[in-house]
Nanobody, 115 residues
């Protein structure tokens, strides 16, 4: 059974940094595109960034230049380095991974940025 487990969230002051990790397990086959999404209170979930298995990346305009997504295919792990954090980055961050025809989701990790 495929599982995604995130870690690295927490409370940080504006201007600070956090690094999120998401480990995918439960399959001997590789994962396809992996990504990070976030949902703030009262708002819809939005994609933050994604990275294809070959390494190509895409970012939401709101995080370009501040966040960096990367992955380690040998470890089935995707990372999100978040720098210059702003209060508006506060949200629950969830990772997503495509495995075969299906998307899988982690349980989410809270990121809170204080002003």
């Amino acid at each position: 059974q495929v599982q995604l487990v995130e870690s690295g969230g927490g409370l940080v002051q504006a201007g600070g940094s956090l690094r999120l990790s998401c480990v995918a397990s439960g399959s001997t086959f590789s994962f396809g595109t992996m990504g990070w999404y976030r949902q703030a209170p009262g708002k819809q979930r939005e994609e933050v960034a994604h990275i294809a298995s070959g390494g190509s990346t895409n970012y939401a305009d709101s995080v370009k230049g501040r966040f960096t997504i990367s992955r380690d295919n040998a470890k089935n792990t995707v990372y999100l380095q978040m720098n210059s954090l702003k209060p508006e980055d506060t949200a629950v961050y969830s990772c997503n991974a495509i495995h075969g025809p299906y998307p899988y989701w982690g349980q989410g990790t809270q990121v809170t940025v204080s002003s």
